[in-house]
């Protein structure tokens, strides 16, 4: 099975601006193609899976991926799926944000200067440089006002307002194509669903300026069963930083996505044989949960490395077996002197185990029956925990359905 076709049987691949010139590049290894990450945090999510993955299968197939972090972009923000406007970052924090992106990206793709190494560019490079005026004349004549405000990503900001600032942020993705198209010969540019229409804007750039034929795939967009994005939440987001998403809690995640979610993640994001997970797809009842275990430990071990994906795996086993060791759990020490005569309020201990950000938060988790101590549910905000409780292993808190975590005294 040809690269191309084993996209389209994992259902990954969305629209194509021209089939038989896309498949016939990237099945002969001819493809240099982009994927952007604008840096507005510090961490890459799960939600960025999907296109992390594809690099990595384009490029095992012989293909060059360029890998564009948006430290111009960045600084103006994409509209594309939002309904507010994104928070603007300083050119520190975004620059801070852009060391980290590519050391995440080292652990799926191969960078380097050979045939079918990845390339690693900043769009900083040459917007932050560009005359205002010198662009406005040299790529404004092509781009049609009326066909821009036709577009998916920016009808659905019309009626709560669309900034001027954002209304270039399409011209600013198709002067990228443009710019690479010329000096590095990147001939495709990849992305999700939601980018159709501002990479239509790069190829036409091309076309007008230049009359030759550049391309444009888009992926799926990794969606739940209900239409919701799955890892990318803002502000629950599912980060591959260990630091802010642990491998325990990365783990969780994966093994507890909904039943009918399990196959499409494992057929979108896993390396796994699509002959082995045609057979997946007839299991039922306990073979889910199975399931779900392959998808967390394939995408565990693909981010944090096999040795914290086995611990991780051993872990959340435990947690379900009676007397089992949760030493591989998420916990957080404390001292005798964070104790009040011997106690400390629930919320309190939640907070300094950073389950929430906020006492509030914490309360509002648990008169919504949304915590657990030791596997009993609280309804007492006021709950004190005595400092024999956390001696030895200490107890187990359950914040809602996937996130557990233990608190012991040092």
């Given at each position: 099975m040809t690269i191309y076709e084993e996209l389209k049987a994992r259902g990954l691949i969305a629209q194509v601006t021209?089939?038989?010139?896309?498949?016939?590049?990237?099945?002969?290894?001819?493809?240099?193609?982009?994927?952007?990450?604008?840096?507005?945090?510090?961490?890459?999510?799960?939600?960025?899976f999907v296109t992390l993955t594809l690099m990595k299968r384009l490029q095992m197939a012989g293909n060059k991926p360029i890998a564009l972090i948006g430290g111009g972009t960045t600084m103006i923000g994409d509209p594309s799926g939002r309904t507010d406007m994104r928070k603007m970052l300083t050119r520190e924090d975004i620059d801070h944000n852009a060391?980290?992106?590519?050391?995440?990206?080292?652990?799926?793709?191969?960078?380097?200067?050979?045939?079918?190494?990845?390339?690693?560019?900043?769009?900083?490079d040459w917007l932050l440089g560009l005359n205002y005026v010198e662009l406005l004349r040299e790529v404004g004549p092509c781009f049609s006002v009326n066909n821009m405000l036709r577009a998916e990503c920016y009808k659905q900001r019309m009626e709560k307002g669309l900034s001027f600032l954002e209304f270039n942020y399409m011209i600013m993705q198709s002067y990228d194509f443009y710019h690479m198209f010329q000096t590095v010969g990147c001939n495709m540019q990849f992305g999700g669903n939601d980018q159709w229409s501002n990479m239509l804007?790069?190829?036409?750039?091309?076309?007008?300026?230049?009359?030759?034929?550049?391309?444009?795939?888009?992926?799926?967009?990794?969606?739940?069963?209900?239409?919701?994005?799955?890892?990318?939440?803002?502000?629950?987001?599912?980060?591959?930083?260990?630091?802010?998403?642990?491998?325990?809690?990365?783990?969780?995640?994966?093994r507890n996505v909904g039943d009918a979610d399990v196959m499409k993640c494992i057929?979108?994001?896993?390396?796994?044989?699509?002959?082995?997970?045609?057979?997946?797809?007839?299991?039922?009842?306990?073979?889910?949960?199975?399931?779900?275990?392959?998808?967390?430990?394939?995408?565990?071990?693909?981010?944090h490395g096999p040795e914290e994906a086995r611990k991780a795996q051993?872990?959340?086993?435990?947690?379900?077996?009676?007397?089992?060791?949760?030493?591989?759990?998420?916990?957080?020490?404390?001292?005798?002197?964070?104790?009040?005569?011997?106690?400390?309020?629930?919320?309190?201990?939640?907070?300094?185990?950073?389950?929430?950000?906020s006492k509030k938060e914490a309360r509002?988790?648990?008169?919504?029956?949304?915590?657990?101590?030791?596997?009993?549910?609280?309804?007492?905000?006021?709950?004190?925990?005595?400092?024999?409780?956390?001696?030895?292993?200490?107890?187990?808190?359950?914040k809602g359905k996937k996130v557990f975590h233990r608190a012991h005294l040092k």
């Amino acid at each position: 099975m040809t690269i191309y076709e084993e996209l389209k049987a994992r259902g990954l691949i969305a629209q194509v601006t021209d089939e038989e010139e896309i498949r016939s590049l990237i099945n002969d290894g001819k493809a240099t193609f982009y994927i952007g990450y604008d840096c507005t945090a510090d961490s890459l999510t799960a939600g960025h899976f999907v296109t992390l993955t594809l690099m990595k299968r384009l490029q095992m197939a012989g293909n060059k991926p360029i890998a564009l972090i948006g430290g111009g972009t960045t600084m103006i923000g994409d509209p594309s799926g939002r309904t507010d406007m994104r928070k603007m970052l300083t050119r520190e924090d975004i620059d801070h944000n852009a060391e980290c992106f590519k050391r995440q990206m080292s652990s799926f793709i191969e960078f380097g200067e050979g045939p079918g190494q990845a390339m690693m560019l900043n769009n900083a490079d040459w917007l932050l440089g560009l005359n205002y005026v010198e662009l406005l004349r040299e790529v404004g004549p092509c781009f049609s006002v009326n066909n821009m405000l036709r577009a998916e990503c920016y009808k659905q900001r019309m009626e709560k307002g669309l900034s001027f600032l954002e209304f270039n942020y399409m011209i600013m993705q198709s002067y990228d194509f443009y710019h690479m198209f010329q000096t590095v010969g990147c001939n495709m540019q990849f992305g999700g669903n939601d980018q159709w229409s501002n990479m239509l804007g790069g190829t036409e750039l091309i076309r007008r300026k230049l009359g030759k034929d550049a391309y444009a795939l888009t992926i799926n967009l990794l969606t739940d069963s209900q239409g919701n994005k799955m890892g990318k939440t803002a502000g629950n987001a599912i980060w591959l930083d260990p630091n802010k998403t642990s491998p325990y809690e990365f783990y969780q995640y994966w093994r507890n996505v909904g039943d009918a979610d399990v196959m499409k993640c494992i057929r979108w994001l896993t390396f796994l044989p699509l002959e082995q997970i045609d057979e997946m797809e007839h299991w039922e009842d306990a073979k889910i949960n199975e399931a779900k275990e392959i998808l967390a430990y394939e995408l565990t071990a693909m981010v944090h490395g096999p040795e914290e994906a086995r611990k991780a795996q051993d872990a959340a086993r435990a947690l379900f077996s009676k007397g089992g060791d949760s030493a591989n759990m998420p916990a957080t020490a404390l001292t005798r002197e964070e104790l009040t005569d011997g106690l400390i309020g629930l919320l309190d201990l939640m907070l300094k185990c950073g389950l929430v950000p906020s006492k509030k938060e914490a309360r509002r988790l648990i008169e919504q029956g949304g915590v657990e101590v030791n596997g009993e549910k609280v309804a007492d905000t006021a709950r004190m925990i005595g400092g024999e409780e956390l001696e030895g292993d200490g107890l187990t808190i359950k914040k809602g359905k996937k996130v557990f975590h233990r608190a012991h005294l040092k």
